[in-house]
């Protein structure tokens, strides 16, 4: 006998096959500030080295290796507000 999942019994076969996907992408909630806040400081360098070192690449693993739910958008947030306090700190200088 084949099991069926409860939670989409009353839904069509083709409703079933798209409701995986949509619970997927469900990473709204995930704020990356928040959570580059509460990483601990020797990461905090790790993605901040790969960043200015130009490594690109590197840093987008490094981010989905902390955070597995981060989108590629929570990576360039962070990059950016990574940048911006930089240039803000030469500027001060």
Partial sequence: MEAIAMDHADMTANEQQVA????????ANFDVYAAFSRLDT???MTL???LFGQRMNAYKNSIKSFWPE???EDGRKLAMMLKSRM?????AE
């Fill in 20 to 27: 995986p996907q949509v619970e997927e992408h469900s990473t």
């Fill in 48 to 50: 901040f080295d790969q």
């Fill in 87 to 91: 240039d803000r700190l030469q500027f």
């Fill in 70 to 72: 981060a989108s590629e």
């Fill in 42 to 44: 020797a990461r905090k």
